[in-house]
């Protein structure tokens, strides 16, 4: 009877120390927190040529250390937004994707007086900005494309009817 005594006064024991102020700091070791950051962060906005926002959208980030493996994923917010914090100097690819096979891909030179918050972040950082609307000589081979797509349905149709008439 008194081993049991002993066993049982050894567990209370046991676990007031686990509870207690010892025990405390144990289980806070292992709590969250968050605070704001003050890192120099690159925000980006998508969108489509017809100036719809490219909302909810899958987004990765390539890191130029390591290019293969995404570095951040995540989505768009409601306007197309989204942004990173890069750790690295070098260009940073971001790539958003939606269901219907559309793709944008931003480049962005960080420099390393970027990321040590240079005074002027807009000119320590180089954003290649690519606008959704064809310019210049890819506006005009699209056209002609588009042309030429039209003539060729109309040849062919023309085609098929008078190859029922014969």
């Not at 899958?58 to 937004?81: C, H, I, L, W, Y």
């Not at 096979?101 to 807009?122: M, N, P, Y």
Request: glycine share 10%; proline share 4%; aromatic share 8%.
């Amino acid at each position: 009877m008194t081993a049991l005594l002993k066993r049982a006064a050894a567990t209370l024991l046991m676990g007031l120390a686990l509870t207690g102020p010892i025990g405390c700091l144990r289980a806070s070791a292992h709590g969250v927190g968050y605070r704001q950051s003050d890192l120099p962060s690159v925000p980006l906005e998508f969108f489509y040529s017809t100036g719809e926002t490219m909302s909810y959208l899958e987004t990765k980030v390539f890191s130029p250390a390591d290019e293969k493996f995404a570095n951040q994923s995540g989505r768009t917010d409601a306007a197309g937004r989204f942004a990173f914090v890069p750790d690295v100097p070098g260009t940073w690819r971001v790539i958003v994707k939606d269901d219907e096979g559309h793709q944008c891909t931003a480049e962005i030179g960080v420099t390393q007086e970027f990321l040590d918050g240079g005074s002027e972040k807009s000119s320590a950082l180089a954003v290649k900005e690519q606008s959704a609307v064809p310019q210049g000589m890819d506006l005009a081979i699209r056209c002609a494309l588009g042309v030429s797509l039209l003539f060729n349905v109309a040849a062919l149709v023309l085609l098929a009817r008078r190859g029922k008439a014969a």
